[in-house]
């Protein structure tokens, strides 16, 4: 079985034609232009076929962005981590592209909607979000308007049904915690905030509170389903019934009252003026938002209860990590040997991503802990493709990997006890020295966020310079974060928690992120190294004033020294490098049956001096 597609649904071959459609349908809804973003009702990263109304609108198949049409003009807007993505992919005569960081949408819509009316899905866009765009309009006279039902719905005429991926019973084993002593907890945060209810409206929330996981959306273990928690009395969980078997349903029915879908909005209009419910501006749609009003309670702008005590992995979570963390590095040491050993030209980017698949799925039945899936779609970029950092490879854009190149590949997995993410970036038989000293200061960066320690209180945004310095110092820098939050056997990318200019979340014992600084030569190469880290209680330095976090480095598997101009490091930064590759070395053998595996390992972790 293979997790990964490398077809390529996505296309603009169609957009123009669409969006005339679209434009037809809304003049019947009395609208001048629409709001096409690249979410669901969960507003969440990872959303079904079903909801991918951007993607078959523009042929933008990323993971962020969002369209404005307007009568005379459409307009695709995303970050500076698709900016080549989208250009390739959509029509350019049907839609231009444009930055969502240098152009966001209030801005743009009060330079170019000034006296037109903006209709938008109220399912689709936050209440936070509803709020910018309305004072944008009232100062700058564009009027943002709810419509009755999605106008691209009623033109997709072959639009995929609705998921119905199986729930599956995540042990107390695994989860660390019952379900009971999670939602009393989810109940005191409640209280705290002065509230009587929540609505969960996040999957990953839900599934972590309930000790549950689906098959709903590609590669992250989420049941699409909504909450309402309360401080009294039992929680309501709305999910499709189809996607219960017997144990799930026993599982549920005895934590929670269980409601078909269709029961959610009745039941938000039903929590009466006696009520006062938490809604998170930030995640929660404003659909939602408005039927509770609608019904008379109070509705508070709070947190969703869930995202911190999800965030901070207990000890059962991070031994899962950490056993997880084994078996795929592991995994990689086979993939690296079996890429050292073929003939540069001949092996494809396609190629590799296979081969990396097999072998987690081989070494992690070896072990006894399958391989449930991958946890996104590998990113294996030859050439100028790894200039890319969220390129996907399918049939159309494969390449080979050839000679004198650098070849980037990040990839993850999903165990049942944790969830993977790394990133290595491989030199390709002799590569010159600018790919080697690019490589090296980013290696400066990951070193560096390896070994910081931080007092309590410290956010991300604090330490992503960290990250950039050794880059900044040489006119160079990246367009994405240093670190995304990691769930447990749950999404890949969690938060609140990151390392970046908008970590504003206070980094917490227990919390697990990545590292992974990166440099990208648009149409030349790219470069990035990825670990996942733990942060770590405080403790105090010796002949110091005050306890300190630091970072434990979880994820384990050789990087590549062909690539280091050693002059450019630091001698406790090389100690730091040779340290690593000795514990990635003692950590892996036992997990490598092969002679030839290990043999291999012990020259790729040799001291960088040998």
């Known amino acids: 079985m293979v997790f990964q597609s490398f077809e390529e649904t996505a296309s603009s071959a169609a957009s123009a034609s669409r969006l005339e459609n679209l434009r037809s349908e809304l003049r019947h809804l009395g609208v001048d232009g629409f709001i096409v973003p690249r979410a669901d009702e969960h507003q969440g990263e990872y959303i079904p076929d079903a909801s991918a109304r951007l993607a078959w609108l523009t042929g933008f198949s990323g993971s962020a962005g969002y369209?404005?049409?307007?009568?005379?003009?459409?307009?695709?807007?995303?970050?500076?981590?698709?900016?080549?993505?989208?250009?390739?992919?959509?029509?350019?005569?049907?839609?231009?592209?444009?930055?969502?960081?240098?152009?966001?949408?209030?801005?743009?819509?009060?330079?170019n909607a000034a006296g037109l009316t903006i209709g938008f899905d109220p399912w689709l866009h936050t209440r936070g979000e509803v709020e910018?765009?309305?004072?944008?309009?009232?100062?700058?006279?564009?009027?943002?308007?709810?419509?009755?039902?999605?106008?691209?719905?009623?033109?997709?005429?072959?639009?995929?049904?609705?998921?119905?991926?199986?729930?599956?019973?995540?042990?107390?084993?695994?989860?660390?915690?019952?379900?009971?002593?999670?939602?009393?907890?989810?109940?005191?945060?409640?209280?705290?905030?002065?509230?009587?209810?929540?609505?969960?409206?996040?999957?990953?929330?839900?599934?972590?509170?309930?000790?549950?996981?689906?098959?709903?959306?590609?590669?992250?273990p989420l049941p699409l389903s909504f909450a309402i928690l309360r401080t009294d009395g039992k929680p309501s969980l709305f999910i499709d019934p189809d996607k219960l078997d017997r144990a799930a349903q026993a599982h549920l029915e005895a934590v929670s009252q269980l409601l078909p879908p269709a029961r959610f909005e009745p039941a938000l209009a039903a929590l009466g003026p006696a009520e006062r419910v938490l809604l998170d501006d930030s995640l929660c749609a404003e659909r939602i938002g408005n039927l509770v009003a609608e019904g008379g309670a109070k509705v508070i702008a709070k947190p969703d209860p869930a995202r911190l005590p999800r965030a901070r992995k207990n000890m059962t979570e991070v031994a899962g990590c950490r056993a997880a963390h084994l078996r795929d590095g592991a995994a990689m040491v086979r993939f690296l040997r079996w890429l050292d050993s073929q003939t540069p030209g001949q092996v494809t980017e396609i190629d590799a991503a296979t081969m990396l698949e097999r072998l987690r799925a081989e070494t992690a039945s070896r072990a006894g802990s399958p391989l449930l899936d991958i946890s996104f779609d590998t990113i294996a970029g030859a050439g100028p493709h790894a200039a890319l950092p969220h390129y996907r490879v399918n049939q159309n854009s494969n390449i080979a990997i050839e000679d004198g190149s650098i070849f980037l590949i990040d990839s993850g997995a999903q165990y049942r006890d944790g969830t993977t993410d790394i990133t290595r970036t491989v030199a390709i038989g002799t590569v010159d020295e600018e790919r080697r000293r690019k490589f090296t200061l980013v290696l400066k960066g990951m070193i560096a966020i390896s070994t910081i320690r931080f007092p309590v209180g410290t956010r991300g945004l604090d330490l992503d310079p960290l990250a950039r310095v050794a880059l900044w110092k040489a006119g160079c820098d990246y367009a994405h974060g240093t670190g995304h939050g990691i769930g447990s056997y749950l999404a890949v990318h969690e938060g609140p928690q990151s390392i970046s200019r908008r970590g504003a979340t206070v980094l917490e014992s227990g919390m697990i992120l990545s590292n992974e600084p990166g440099y990208y030569r648009e149409g030349h190469f790219g470069i990035r190294i990825e670990n996942l880290i733990l942060v770590t209680p405080p403790e105090p330095i010796e002949g110091g004033d005050l306890p300190m976090h630091g970072f434990e480095t979880l994820t384990f598997a050789p990087i590549d020294r062909r690539l280091v101009l050693p002059d450019l490091l630091e001698s406790w930064e090389r100690a730091w490098l040779d340290a690593y590759h000795e514990d990635v070395r003692n950590k892996l053998a036992p997990h490598l049956p092969d002679d030839a595996d290990r043999a291999w390992l012990a020259r790729a972790t040799a001291p960088l001096g040998d």
Request: cysteine-free; aromatic content about 6%; charged content about 20%.
């Open 67 to 111: 369209a404005v049409i307007l009568p005379n003009q459409a307009t695709l807007f995303v970050d500076g981590r698709y900016t080549t993505q989208a250009r390739e992919q959509v029509d350019p005569a049907a839609m231009a592209t444009g930055s969502s960081i240098e152009q966001p949408l209030d801005s743009w819509l009060a330079r």
């Open 132 to 220: 910018r765009l309305r004072r944008a309009g009232a100062e700058h006279g564009f009027k943002l308007v709810s419509l009755p039902h999605n106008p691209i719905d009623r033109i997709w005429q072959d639009r995929p049904a609705a998921p119905k991926g199986q729930v599956t019973v995540h042990p107390e084993t695994l989860a660390g915690r019952s379900v009971a002593d999670k939602l009393a907890e989810l109940s005191e945060s409640i209280r705290a905030d002065g509230g009587t209810a929540s609505v969960l409206t996040d999957p990953s929330s839900i599934a972590w509170a309930f000790n549950i996981r689906g098959e709903d959306v590609p590669h992250t």
